[in-house]
């Protein structure tokens, strides 16, 4: 079953949802929940209405709520009002959520037994991660949140991701959150709070100061990031000097994305101060977007000697963003860009650029373009830049071009970012036929998605890998159902237990990596405070992958604190980059493939940064 899984043959598998074996009915029906198979749903809704068994029904109903079909949600309600083991109901209200089925539940509430308030939590949240405009349910949500526990979590879990006025539950939230001791659910309190308590600073101000928990103030200033009122300052001031790097580099970057104004002596002090180098790099790209052209022009000096003396790419990649803040370092960046054999660098300086072609003050650097260039505008010049980068064919600049190439909210000529008649689309058939599937089939994805929107036709969603990589049962046979590994780095080691049961196809894959050593001297390519590291790139930015590709896994399992999970470019395109959550992530449930969780040595997870060094991973004995 597994093989035809694999192969992703819906019509066979559907055979053994009539097996005389319950476990085999079961495991098929679990199949299914990774597959997206509209061959399977009326197979499946026929399980949960006339399995024997309550265990298949339940995995039939976790499956159904995979495929997240709205058209799905008033079926399944039918079949939870008429279900009586309550294992089934809880998962069968669960898919009801994850179909958009909100609207259905709030119209029976009073029929919904208090028993299942927990999978009624459940089910909102996923339903708002589809739909996050449902303002109608916050009344239910800060009944829900009352109820501690899992409930809890979950319904302040949706009222974080909510775009509708949540302040009603204020009141009600404010007095859960000194009482709740767990770190994941209070964190997602204290954000309920900061993301829409614009009018309330004093109450979040002294909340801030008094945390404990890294994760909890990291949730303050994420959360304030919404307001639009320069009241969230005096919070920022104290988030620079924080005594945690993630806080520090969150309030940096929040200085980025904002028009606030911060006294630039105070920040000139942190620069002076701060040891994280991509930290520091953001408060001097912000000294830079701040300050007159005398002092940009000395700021810019100073970072392009540190750059000139620097051995770490990544340091120096972070430099080279910050100098995207002064419009006289185009040049600067564009000759790095171009000349540089390094590929971190050659990202770092079209990033860059391309943050400049999307600033506010475009039009301004316009003017000034034109006063010193009078053969072409900035627009065609910068046409020119993003096209002959594409033309590297390097995967990172050509995701990155191409992206940008269809990105509406530019200021442009066209409605377009730069206007590209339809006749010149040849060089995005070009950069097509360069990448090598399915090695690099997020830029092959980008590349196709633009040529369509281009050519003004409806852009499709993301591709999915031929099937390329089997499942090793030899190797899954040696695995120890309770392998550990330890994930050496240069900070210290961290132990983690492999889900081979659950995910036998992504463990195996992960343990042929890992007897290769291929994960040997890695670095951290991506680190997003309070969400995730993510490691295992071969080219060190993101963009690289190997030329197999596996099947997504999906299963009961949830994203918790220290669970490992595979990285993809969409369903069935994982590879060998894969992260570890800093917290309880619920949105990536059923979404990603969770293969592992951290046994020992969380605090280090929580300190490394971009750029720290796996030196090793190891199986260890059991």
């Given at each position: ?188 309190l204290v954000k309920c709070i900061a993301i829409s308590g614009e009018n309330d600073f004093a109450y979040i ?418």
């Open positions: 079953m597994y093989n035809f899984a694999d192969e992703r043959n819906s019509e066979v598998l559907i055979e053994y949802l009539q097996n005389e074996s319950d476990e085999i009915r079961e495991h098929a029906c679990l199949l299914f929940g990774s597959m997206n198979s509209k061959e399977a749903i009326e197979p499946l809704l026929k399980v949960v209405q006339t399995d024997k068994v309550s265990d298949v029904r339940k995995a039939a109903a976790f499956a159904l709520g995979q495929y997240q079909q709205e058209t799905l949600s008033d079926s399944l309600y039918q079949c939870f009002r008429l279900e009586e083991n309550a294992a089934v109901k809880n998962e069968l209200m669960i898919a009801i959520g994850k179909c958009d089925g909100a609207e259905i539940l709030l119209k029976n509430r009073k029929e919904i037994d208090s028993d299942y308030n927990e999978s009624l939590a459940k089910a909102l949240f996923y339903s708002i991660r589809k739909n996050p405009e449902q303002s109608n349910i916050v009344p239910l949500l800060t009944e829900l949140v009352s109820i501690d526990g899992e409930c809890r979590f979950y319904a302040a879990s949706a009222l974080s991701k909510m775009k509708a006025d949540i302040s009603s539950s204020h009141d009600n939230i404010k007095l859960l959150i000194s009482e709740e001791s767990n770190i994941s659910t209070r964190s997602i101000d002294n909340l801030f100061k008094s945390e404990k928990e890294y994760l909890c103030r990291l949730s303050i200033v994420r959360g304030i990031s919404s307001w639009k009122s320069s009241s969230s300052l005096k919070l920022i001031q104290q988030a620079l000097s924080d005594e945690h790097p993630h806080i520090r580099e969150t309030a940096a970057e929040y200085l980025l994305n904002h028009e606030n104004d911060i006294s630039l002596d105070l920040l000139k002090k942190c620069v002076s101060v701060e040891k994280s180098p991509r930290t520091k790099y953001y408060e001097y790209e912000y000294l830079l977007s701040k300050s007159n052209s005398i002092e940009s022009s000395e700021i810019s000096k100073v970072l392009k000697r540190n750059y000139a003396t620097e051995k770490d790419e990544y340091v120096r990649g972070y430099i080279v963003k910050s100098l995207s803040a002064d419009f006289t370092n185009l040049r600067f960046l564009e000759e790095e860009c171009f000349n540089t054999t390094s590929i971190l660098i050659r990202e770092f300086c079209f990033e860059a650029l391309l943050k400049i072609r999307s600033s506010k003050r475009f039009p301004e650097y316009a003017v000034i373009w034109r006063k010193e260039t009078s053969t072409q505008s900035l627009e065609e010049h910068f046409k020119e830049v993003i096209l002959d980068c594409i033309a590297t064919y390097d995967v990172s600049l050509v995701a990155l071009g191409a992206g940008y190439l269809r990105d509406t909210t530019l200021l442009g000529t066209s409605k377009t970012v730069l206007p590209i008649p339809y006749t010149d689309l040849k060089f995005l058939e070009d950069a097509m036929s360069k990448m090598r599937l399915p090695r690099d089939i997020e830029s092959y994805t980008e590349l196709l998605k633009t040529l369509r929107f281009l050519e003004g036709k409806a852009v499709d969603g993301d591709l999915k890998p031929e099937f390329n990589h089997p499942i090793d049962w030899d190797l899954v046979e040696r695995i120890p159902v309770d392998q550990h590994i330890a994930i050496v780095t240069e900070f210290g080691s961290i132990e983690a237990e492999l889900w081979v049961n659950d995910a036998p196809g992504t463990v195996a894959n992960f343990v042929k990596l890992i007897q290769d050593q291929f994960y040997s001297n890695k670095r951290l390519h991506r680190v997003v405070p309070g969400f995730v590291i993510q490691d295992g790139c071969p080219r060190g930015d993101g963009f690289g992958s190997t030329m197999q590709t596996i099947r997504s896994e999906f299963t009961y399992r949830n994203f918790d604190e220290g669970v490992l999970g595979m990285a993809s470019a969409g369903p069935d395109t994982e590879s060998c980059q894969w992260f570890i959550s800093h917290t309880r992530t619920p949105h990536l449930n059923g979404r990603y493939t969770a293969f592992g969780k951290v046994t020992k040595g969380m605090d280090i997870v929580h300190r490394l940064e971009i750029g720290a060094k796996i030196l090793r991973i190891e199986l260890l004995p059991n």
